[in-house]
């Protein structure tokens, strides 16, 4: 049984299109994230979530919008796609506090072409 | 600002050979570490973590960690590496609602 699953692991299309990243944490996590890791393996943050709140936002164009609809779901939609959208973006999911470890998704490559 | 410093970006060894990555750490209050691995395509892994107590702290696939406050340091070490540790290595420092992540450590694992 996957902890933090996202779906769809592969998406490729054109630049303009919108598309949307789903995830789903089966671990009963109070936090949720999403990272952006380039083509260099820089690991980012977007945003965090903590109880369907949004608690981080991290300088990230409005063209990205997660939604939270429960404690379990954070999924990103991102609008009018561009080419240097291109990268690996991870779902994690963590307890609220600071010791706690984050659990990360399998990924999903976005190519932008 | 709080930030963490992988300083080398590839490492080579021979199977067999022992190993440490390098990881430095900047943060204002009691730091709470991690090393992760990340396979090609996959996810990452939690090897080891430190929040407080043994400053040696063991982990999963013969990895171990010390925390050194002194220099700052959470250096990954493995005694002898086998084939399959080759992988992208990260270590990452806690912060508010966030995991702060140095750039990477890529293991090479020449037969």
């Known amino acids: 049984d996957t902890a933090v699953s996202q779906t769809p692991k592969y998406l490729v299309t054109q630049m303009g299109n919108d598309k949307s990243i789903k995830c789903e944490q089966n671990l009963g996590h109070d936090t949720m994230y999403w990272y952006k890791q380039d083509s260099k393996k820089f690991l980012k943050i977007m945003f965090s979530y903590n109880n369907k709140e949004l608690i981080i936002n991290e300088t990230v164009p409005n063209r990205f919008s997660p939604k939270s609809p429960d404690k379990a779901h954070l999924n990103l939609h991102i609008n009018s796609l561009e080419l240097g959208d291109s990268a690996v973006y991870f779902c994690a999911s963590s307890q609220a506090d600071r010791g706690s470890e984050a659990f990360f998704g399998q990924g999903t490559r976005l190519t932008v072409v | ?111």
């Open chain 2, 1 to 111: 600002a709080q930030s963490v410093t992988q300083p080398d970006i590839h490492i080579t060894v021979s199977e067999g050979a022992s190993l440490e990555l390098r990881c430095n750490y900047s943060y204002g209050a009691t730091p709470y570490l991690f090393w992760y691995v990340q396979s090609p395509g996959q996810g990452l892994q939690l090897l080891l973590k430190y929040f407080s107590g043994d400053t040696l702290v063991q982990g999963i696939k013969g990895f171990e960690a010390e925390f050194k406050r002194s220099q700052s340091s959470f250096n990954l070490r493995k005694p002898s590496v086998h084939w399959s540790d080759a992988a992208e290595y990260f270590c990452a420092v806690s912060g508010t609602y966030k995991y702060i992540f140095g750039t990477g450590t890529r293991l090479k694992v020449l037969a």
